[in-house]
């Protein structure tokens, strides 16, 4: 496997479900990122971990829980999600090398997420 | 709060160029990208711009940046049908570790 990888492809769950998704990267990068993309809406930045530890928390509720045991995996537990959860979820990483660097995010392909 | 503005269509002819535009609103922005997405798929990467440049050629794209305006573009030579995708603008602002994106162009090739 090469790249970012995010399983499952795609997710149908009921509102009291719980499920999770899961991103892999195989990059050797040390950043990993969560982005939801709604219809007609901009990507929005979920979730950011950097070397392991969460740097960034967008506001997102906390049915949205993410975990990063390491640096090449990046998991978001869901539970009593909502319809309105519905959408693509992505997952991206990057190489970190502080604040002058380039930032380059590479994506896996996403999770369709359909919540009924 | 950061601004990432896009139009949402664009319309091309097979073999003319496509120019895409954008424009932010966080002047401490330090790097501009341009991603494709195609059905079905991710984002793929494309290009990028460092704040400092005014431009960057990379085979058929070329990027502008106006960094008084703050407006890039991404303009597309002899666009073909394989272009056919949602192109986004994001930056990177001086603040938060991710990026800000616009909601996408929709670039659609005429026979």
């Known amino acids: 496997e090469t790249g970012v990888t995010q399983t499952p492809r795609h997710l149908v769950m009921g509102m009291t479900n719980k499920k999770s998704l899961k991103c892999e990267q195989h990059?050797?990068?040390?950043?990993m990122y969560w982005y939801k993309q709604s219809a007609k809406k901009p990507l929005e930045l979920m979730f950011v971990y950097n070397f392991k530890e969460q740097t960034e928390n967008n506001s997102v509720p906390s049915r949205f829980s993410p975990e990063c045991p390491n640096s090449s995996h990046l998991f978001l537990h869901l539970h009593t999600l909502q319809p309105e959860d519905s959408a693509l979820y992505l997952c991206?990483?990057?190489?970190?090398?502080?604040?002058?660097?380039?930032?380059?995010?590479?994506f896996g392909p996403g999770t369709r997420l359909t919540v009924t | 709060g950061e601004d990432v503005e896009q139009s949402l269509f664009l319309s091309v002819r097979e073999g003319d160029s496509s120019v895409i535009n954008c424009t932010y609103t966080?002047?401490?922005?330090?790097?501009l990208y341009w991603y494709k997405q195609e059905p079905g798929a991710g984002l793929q990467l494309l290009t990028y711009?460092?704040?400092?440049?005014d431009m960057k050629q990379d085979q058929r794209l070329t990027v502008l940046l106006n960094k008084k305006d703050k407006h890039l573009s991404l303009r597309i030579a002899d666009t073909q049908t394989g272009d056919s995708a949602i192109y986004f603008c994001?930056?990177?602002?001086?603040?938060?570790?991710?990026?800000?994106f616009g909601k996408g162009t929709h670039l659609i090739i005429q026979p």
């Open positions: 711009i460092f704040s400092n440049m």
């Open positions: 991206a990483s990057s190489q970190d090398g502080g604040r002058s660097f380039s930032y380059e995010q590479y």
């Open positions: 994001a930056e990177k602002g001086g603040g938060a570790d991710g990026l800000t």
């Open positions: 990059l050797g990068h040390n950043a």
């Open positions: 966080d002047s401490s922005s330090t790097y």
